[in-house]
Structures are given as C-alpha cells and as structure tokens.
C-alpha cells in the first residue's frame, strides 16, 4: 500500500485520489506537478489495483518523460508483468502507426523526418520548381507549410487564400513537399500527429482498442497542446473521460509553434463533468520572486487565475540593472556570477534571453573571465553531421525510398558519384513517377547510365543491398561497424588525419555505444532511429553545467538558484512581433513570468541603454521593457551585489500632496501653479485595453501606456491600420 497523506499536502492528495471521470489540474509554477503525476499513477497501480498497462501518460519532451518513468518505478513495487506507458505526444503517436499505417497507404518502416531532414527536402523542393532561397526562405517555407499542416489547411486551400505571388509560390512548395515525403515513405513531425488522429478518425477498430485499453489517461502541460494534439485527446477519451489534464495557462508560451491556450481554457466546456483543483502552494521561489512573477502575471486577461503562495523565506530583492551597451550587460552578469559562485561554488546558475542573438555577448563575457558554460540549443549529438551520415545509411538500409537519406550518402564518404550523375537520376525519378531508390535500381540492372557512372554507383547499390540483407540477423551496433568499414567512411576519416576528424570518429564510437545500449534496453533499429529522430536539443541539458546559456522558452520545466535574465528593453522583450495584437503581448508576459519562476532564491534582471539592431553599425538608445514597471518597485534592488544603503528614519514634514507643495515652495519665495493642465488631464483617461477613436485611424485599442504628462506615448492598435506609436499631446485621442 502506497502512503500518500505524508508525501503530499491537501491539494496535491485532493488531485492524486481524484481518479475517475474529467479532472483539471491548475498547476501554478513550482508546486509540484511531477510529484503529483507520478503520485497518481502510482496511487492507480499500487491503491486502485489498476493494471499497469491500461495508465497512459503523454507529455512533451524526452527528458519530462524518463524522469517520470524514473520517478514512477521508484514508488511501484516491483515483479510487475507489465509498466504504464510513460512517453512524449510524438512516441506515442509513432508506437500506433507503426502497426497500423498500412491502413493509410504507407509501409511500416516509414522514416522520421527531424527538421534538418525537412529543410534538406524543402531546398530540394525549391530547386525542382527553380525558386531561389530569396524567392522563398526555406525555414519561412517550412514554418508556414507546419502552421498550414497544424490548422488543417491543404495546399490548395494556401493557394485559395493567398493574396500575393509569394503565398502562392508557397503553396507550391506545400504540395511537392507533400508528395515527396509521400514517396519516400517518411513522416514530418506533424505529420506524426496528423496521421494518428487520421487513423483513429477512419479506423474504428483501432480507436476502439485504444480506448479500450487505457482506462485512464493522463497529460502533463496541457497548455503547450496544439490542435491535432487536442484531436488526439478527444479521440482517445472517447469511451472513458477518465482525463486528467496539469498545466497552467500563465505557462503558456508556445503559439508560435501551433499551442492553443483555449485548450486548457475551454477544457471544462469539453468536458463538462470536470472537476478542478489548483495547486498554489509554490516550493520553489522566495515570496519576493514569487510576489513579482505573481505582479507580472496579473496584467493578463486570458488565465483562470492563481493565487500562489510561499513558506519560504521573503529572501533577496530582485536585482535590477542598466547598462551602457550589451557587451557591458554581459560582463556585469558574469562578474555577479563570479561573485555568486565564490559564495555557493557548487551552484548552477542560468542566463535566460529572449533570442538566441543574445548569447554571443555572454559566451564571450564567459570567455573573457575564465567562467566554463554550457549552451542550450546548439548542435545536439544526433545532429552533428557524421551522425547524421550513419543514421541516413541506417535509415536507407531499412527504407530504400527515403529520398533524404540516400541524397545524403550516394556520395558520402566520397566514390565518384557526382553531381551529373545524380542530376540524371532525379529527373528520371521526376520523369519516371518512381522512387529515386527505384531509379538508381533500373540503372544498376538496365545499364541506363554512362560505364563510368555504373562505375562508381554499382559498387554503392550493392553495398546498401548486403545491409539490407543483414538486417534481420545483425545487431544493430554492429551493423553499424560493418557500414563505417564497407563505405569507407571511417578509413576516410582516419585518411583526413586531423583533430576534427579524430573527434568525429569519437562521436561515431558513442553512437556505436548508443545502439549497443537500445539493444540491451530490448529495442529494435527501428525503434533506435525513431529515439534518435524525437531527441530534442533541450535533452542535451546538462543539470551538472555551473553556468548555463539559453533561451527563456529552453529554460521551461527547470530551476536555477540565480537565474539572470538579460534584455529586458521594449522590442526586444517584448519581442517587437507581439505587439501586433493583445494576445501576443500577454504570451510575452507568461515567457517573462516563465524566466521570473525559474529562480529559486536570487534572480537578477538586466537591460542595455543601447543596442544594435538589423545588423546596424551604430547603437540606438533602447526603452525599458514594459515588464519592469509591472513588477512592484519595493520589490527591486538597482545596486545588487553591492550592500544595501540603510534607510534612516525621517519625522520632519512630507510635502506629498498640492497644499503642502505651496507651502513648500512660499517658505522660499516662490509661486507654483498646481492646477492641471488639461492634456495631463484627459492623458489620465486612458488606460491599457481602453478603447479610443482616432480622427484618420478610426477606434482602436490602447495596447500600452508610457510616461506621463505631456510626454505620456500610447500603443494603440488599429484593426485596419495595424499598430501606431502616438503621443498624446498631439494624437487628439478621444474615448470610443
């Protein structure tokens, strides 16, 4: 029997033996949320003798997933027959298709396409339709074909809707990116998603058994889902609403990657039997950085509404800093973490920034003292380029029609297989309707090309023909062996003779290691690429690293004893992008509170005066971020690392209001006219969501006050000429 009254306070245990019928866990930021899924499944397995295997539990990364597996064999007795499914959206979604996606006209061992993969086939796209990468940005492509993918809308629909060359060029590229991934046999990470829900919409028996099969079902950051992961939900509980959703609205940061936040907000109009309870007991942050974060958040109109609190200490004030440039941000932030690591040495400490541009002042500052960091969002392991190489033999020798991969190694290491070569061979797949896989196949046993590239290209087909035929009885880290010695492409590397080559040989050593280890965890190949192709960057996250560099969207789901957060200057954070609408300047404010929630007990905000811009050769003066004026002035500190002043008493007179001013300035002589003027006045009506009418703009929304008086600035949105930057003195601003 699991005890759960000594591990958990009243909500927690309230939210973990609510097990039947729609549940809404409003999770605030550091109350214990992993604690409380594992706790439950735990509580189903062990208290409510549910089976192991009818619990699913879905979340969003790798790293979220093993520490919930580990956390949940840790309470669990063991001798179970069987674990609860513990995994991400997209593994979970790869574990149904992979016996089920011949329903749906593909093979079974489709390819995963990671986003180098899709942009390698993006480019390929633009170079079949002959649009150069200035007519149409691969990543913006792509971007825009995932955004189109997630909200449901077909090529033809893009190009219906579009109202310039540039939508229709895009819808283009939309339809041929479609087509050859169809062709190769492979899935985007969208289309992971799309075709379960795809599956379980046409397929009966299988959303039957499913259903059937978990009894309960479990999802963490339910405010990151997007709308097919919605779907996926939706069809799942179909049968049984035993649901039980954790996520916090003012969490919610990720729209720009297809999350919708009426998901979390609208779950009990799905459900209507649902029963919520909030989490607001926070064991993380000091009642300062919470008091703010808690401020900060507040200003937000779309939230359910939190009131978090704390039994720690009111600890440190929050640090406040300006400087001249971003270089001087940044040796300023690594001295406070010098200071910082010479008091506590063993501690971790973060540098949180809005865009990753920022982080070349930081590594350089790191650099400049001495300070070992590490970077969040640099090259993951499986995407350093001879892992890469090994994973497309891999990934061809299970699919011979992934086109991606086989482009990728036709000529690597080098055989003489040139660029005349493979032109030939892509116009006869265009030509041919055939795979690329089938068309150098024609040409090796037809003799369709030139002896000399037979001559070079044989050799390869053969080769990738002897991996294939090993495949059933060779493990896979040998195959991995026997793929670096028959290619070449180890002897190649130890040919360069260089550090660098010495280096990746290394790395191709670790993957070796890495197969070797998912064959002793009972995985197949197949279920090895699949790990390598779902690795995200945040799960090279190093919790051991004493400094670590990396965007505010990377640091979610972590914590830090000091958290520094630079940048904090209007347009910049906010991103000048989010203040189109009001939606988009309230997911801003949940990123800042993100970045405030992460600190655990000194947090330390920072902004440049003046910054470079576009690429500029001259700094311009910057404006502080809205979000400093949002969080109580008695909460900051503008001289921190340095001893505090102490405030002495004062018992002689305030001259704090219009009388005692007078007073003030008669006792020397001087007259003062304190009777409002009457723009300081009518500047005192407007506020943040007021509606205005502009002589040539029309009504609109105020998105923004700054200043006061005179000089007070108004951001006002105007829904048919965008986003106007007025000066109320001048504006002839009037209530709508």
């Given amino acids: 029997m699991l005890r759960l009254e000594t591990q958990l306070n009243p909500e927690q245990l309230r939210a973990v033996e609510t097990i039947e019928g729609p549940l809404l866990i409003l999770a605030g930021a550091g109350s214990g949320k992993t604690r409380v899924i594992t706790y439950r499944i735990a509580h189903l397995i062990e208290n409510r003798k549910v089976r192991a295997d009818q619990v699913l539990a879905v979340t969003f990364t790798n790293k979220a997933a093993e520490q919930m597996r580990v956390r949940v064999q840790g309470l669990l007795r063991r001798g179970r027959a069987a674990d609860p499914h513990i995994s991400t959206f997209h593994s979970f979604c790869v574990r149904v298709l992979r016996p089920n996606i011949g329903r ?24 079949e339709v002959q649009l150069s990468d200035q007519a ?31 939508g229709e060029r895009l819808s283009l590229v ?23 829900v795809e599956l379980l919409r046409g397929q009966e028996d299988v959303r039957r058994g499913l259903n059937e099969r978990f009894t309960y079902l479990m999802v963490d950051e339910y405010q990151d889902t997007n709308r097919p992961q919605y779907e996926l939900i939706r069809l799942l509980t179909q049968s049984r609403q035993n649901i039980c959703v954790v996520g916090d609205e003012d969490q919610s940061i990720y729209s720009w990657r297809g999350a919708d936040i009426q998901n979390i907000l609208s779950f ?8 919520v309870i909030k989490l607001e007991q926070n064991y993380r942050s000091t009642k300062t950085i919470l008091a703010a974060a808690s401020a900060l958040v507040a200003h937000n109109r779309a939230r359910k509404g939190k009131k978090l609190w704390t039994d720690q200490v009111a600890g440190d004030l929050i640090g406040y800093y300006e400087a001249e440039d971003p270089e001087a941000e940044a040796l300023f932030v690594v001295q406070q973490i010098l200071s910082h690591q010479r008091s506590e040495r063993d501690e971790p400490v973060a540098v949180l920034y809005r865009t990753n541009f920022q982080s070349r002042y930081f590594e350089e500052a790191c650099r400049r003292f001495g300070v070992k960091y590490s970077i ?20 061809l020798t299970l699919n011979p029609h992934d086109r991606v991969s086989l482009l990728r190694v036709i000529n690597t290491p080098p055989r003489g297989i040139g660029r ?11 030509d041919s309707n055939l795979s690329l896989w089938e068309v150098v196949e024609q040409a090796v046993e037809k003799k369709t090309l030139p002896a000399r590239a037979l001559k070079a290209l044989t050799p390869f087909y053969m080769q990738v023909q002897q991996f294939r035929s090993e495949l059933e009885t060779v ?27 010495r280096s990746r040989l290394d790395n191709l050593q670790e993957l070796v290691i890495a197969a070797r280890d998912s064959r002793n965890r009972g995985e197949n190949l197949r279920e090895f690429l699949d790990h390598a192709a779902l690795f995200s960057d945040t799960d090279d996250f190093d919790e051991q690293a004493g400094v670590t560099l990396m965007t505010i969207h990377s640091a979610k789901g972590l914590e830090f004893p000091l958290v520094c957060l630079a940048g904090l200057e209007e347009d910049l954070f906010p991103h000048s992008r989010s203040l189109s609408n009001q939606d988009g300047l309230e997911e801003e404010r949940r990123l800042c509170y993100v970045a405030l929630t992460r600190a655990r007990r000194k947090l330390l905000l920072t902004r440049a005066k003046n910054r470079r811009f576009l690429g500029g050769e001259s700094f311009n003066p910057t404006e502080p971020s809205c979000f400093i004026s949002e969080i109580p002035d008695d909460l900051l500190h503008k001289a921190w690392g340095e001893p505090r002043a102490v405030r002495k008493s004062y018992d002689g007179p305030t001259y704090n ?33 007021q509606a205005v009418r502009h002589r040539k703009y029309g009504v609109g929304k105020v998105i923004r006050c700054q200043g006061e008086g005179d000089d007070c600035k108004l951001s006002v949105l105007f829904p048919r000429h965008g986003l106007k930057k007025l000066l109320v003195k001048f504006a002839g601003l009037e209530k709508a």
């Fill in 104 to 127: 749906l006209g593909y093979g079974s061992d489709f390819s995963i396409y990671d986003q180098a993969d899709q942009l390698t086939l993006i480019k390929d796209c633009l170079k």
């Fill in 136 to 166: 149409l940005s691969p990543r913006w492509a792509l971007s825009r074909i995932s955004e189109s993918k997630n909200r449901g809308r077909s090529p033809q629909e893009v190009y219906s809707q579009a109202y310039d060359p540039k």
């Fill in 174 to 196: 939309f339809d041929l990116y479609q087509k050859k991934l169809r062709e190769a046999n492979a899935l985007d990470f969208d289309d992971l998603l799309l075709k379960t």
């Fill in 268 to 275: 009990e109009k799905d459900y209507p039997a649902t029963r």
């Fill in 376 to 395: 969040v969002g640099g090259f993951s392991f499986y995407q350093r380029a001879e892992i890469k190489d090994l994973l497309a033999y891999l990934n």
């Fill in 420 to 430: 005349v070569t493979v032109d030939a061979l892509e116009k006869e797949s265009r």
């Fill in 475 to 501: 493990p896979p880290s040998e195959l991995i062996r026997t793929i670096l010695d028959r290619s070449g492409y180890r002897q190649w590397l130890r040919n360069e003779d260089t550090e660098e080559a």
């Fill in 657 to 689: 209001d219009a009388e005692s001013i007078r007073q003030f300035y008669r006792q020397r002589g001087k007259r003062i006219d304190l009777a409002p003027r009457k723009t300081e006045i009518e500047v005192g009506r407007f506020r943040q969501g």
